[in-house]
C-alpha cells in the first residue's frame, strides 16, 4: 500500500545486505512510498551481500563505506548529496556486529579488541555518521534519522551478550545527537526497538529460532515482523512525525510491556 508519503524526499540507506536485511525491506518501501536514496554497506558486505539487486530495482546507486571509518563517512555525505541534488531528508542505520558473538566467547570472557571493534561497528559508527552528516550540514530542515536497536538495552537477555551494551551506547547517542541536531538544524533523531527478526544479524544469535518464537509467544500481537519494521521507518521519514525526537520507540507487538502471556504461563502449567 502506497501512500506517497515520501514523494520527492532523499536518503541514505545503510545495511541492506540480502533480501532478509531490515534495510532492505525499508528500501523497498521508501522507494514504494516516492522516496530516493543512495544505498551503502561496507565494502566486504558488497561482496557477501546482494545489493546491486537492490540498487537495480530501486533505481538508486552504491557508495560503499566502512561505518567506522570517518573519511568513508564524510565522503559518502558529500557524493549522496551530489548524486541526489541537494541535501539529505532521512538516514537509516541499520548496521550492528558483535566480534565475540561471532567468535562464540560468553559475556563473561570477552576478548577486549572484539568488544571495542563491535562497539565502534555498533554504536560509535552512529555517532559517526551523524557527525558527519553535521558538519558537512548535509540534512535537510525536518530531515529524520533513524537507528535500529533492541530492548536488550534496557533488559537482560544473557545471550545478546555485548551486543546489549553496544545497544544501550546506541540509544543514549540519539538522545545526545537529538539535542544538536534538533537545536541547530530542526533534524529528528530516533531509535527503533525491534522484535527478533530472522535476519544474518539476528541469526548470529545463540538460540535465536527458540528465542523468536517465545518473543513471539510473550507479544500480544506478535513479534513484528522487517516488513512492519520498514513501515514503521516509513512513518518516521514521513512530514507526519516531525516532533518526535530522541525517543526509544518500542516497535515490538507489545512485548516490551508485556510481564507474561497466556501462553507462556500455559507452557509452565503441570
Ligand atoms: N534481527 C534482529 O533480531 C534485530 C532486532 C532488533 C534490532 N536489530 C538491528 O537491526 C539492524 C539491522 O540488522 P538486520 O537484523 O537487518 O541484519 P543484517 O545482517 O541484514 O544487517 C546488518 C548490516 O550491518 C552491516 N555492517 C556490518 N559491519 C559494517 C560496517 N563496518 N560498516 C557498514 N555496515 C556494516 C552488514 O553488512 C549488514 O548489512 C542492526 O542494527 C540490528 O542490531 C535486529
Known amino acids: 500500500m502506497a501512500f506517497n508519503l515520501l514523494k520527492g524526499k532523499k536518503g541514505i540507506i545503510f545495511g541492506a545486505l540480502d533480501e532478509n536485511s531490515i534495510a532492505w525491506k525499508t528500501a523497498e518501501s ?22 546491486d539487486e537492490l540498487a537495480k530495482k530501486t533505481g538508486s546507486e552504491i557508495i560503499p563505506a566502512d561505518a567506522t571509518s570517518v573519511e ?26 558483535s566480534v565475540n558473538v561471532r567468535k562464540g566467547r560468553a559475556y563473561t570472557d570477552e576478548k577486549y579488541d572484539f568488544t571495542t571493534k563491535g562497539w565502534d561497528v555498533s554504536a560509535l559508527s552512529f555517532h559517526k555518521t551523524m557527525q558527519s552528516l553535521y558538519k ?4 535537510n530542515e525536518w530531515g529524520s534519522i533513524v537507528a535500529l536497536t533492541y530492548i536488550a538495552a534496557q533488559r537482560t537477555f544473557p545471550d545478546y551478550n555485548d551486543m546489549a551494551d553496544n545497544k544501550a551506547y546506541l540509544e543514549s547517542v540519539a538522545r545526545s545527537f537529538g539535542y544538536f541536531f534538533g537545536k541547530e538544524k530542526k533534524v529528528r533523531v530516533n531509535t527503533i526497538s525491534q522484535s527478533p527478526t ?32 520498514a513501515d514503521y521507518t516509513v512513518t518516521l521519514f514521513s512530514d507526519l512525525t516531525r516532533k518526535v525526537t530522541m525517543q526509544n520507540l518500542f516497535h515490538d507487538g507489545g512485548f516490551s510491556n508485556t510481564g507474561v502471556s497466556q501462553e507462556v504461563v500455559e507452557k509452565f502449567t503441570e
Do not use: W
Open 30 to 51: 521508501i522507494h514504494a512510498e516516492g522516496g530516493s536514496f543512495v544505498l551503502t554497506n561496507a565494502p566486504i558486505a558488497m561482496r557477501m551481500g546482494q545489493i
Open 72 to 97: 568513508d563517512l564524510d565522503n559518502l555525505v558529500a557524493k549522496s548529496m551530489e548524486i541526489l541534488g541537494g541535501k539529505i531528508d532521512f538516514v537509516l542505520h541499520a548496521i550492528g556486529m
Open 136 to 139: 558537512a550540514d548535509a540534512m
Open 198 to 229: 530472522p535476519t544474518t544479524a539476528g541469526q548470529g544469535v545463540k538460540g535465536f529460532s527458540n528465542f523468536i518464537s517465545y518473543a513471539d509467544k510473550m507479544s500480544p500481537l506478535g513479534n513484528a515482523t522487517a516488513q512492519d519494521c
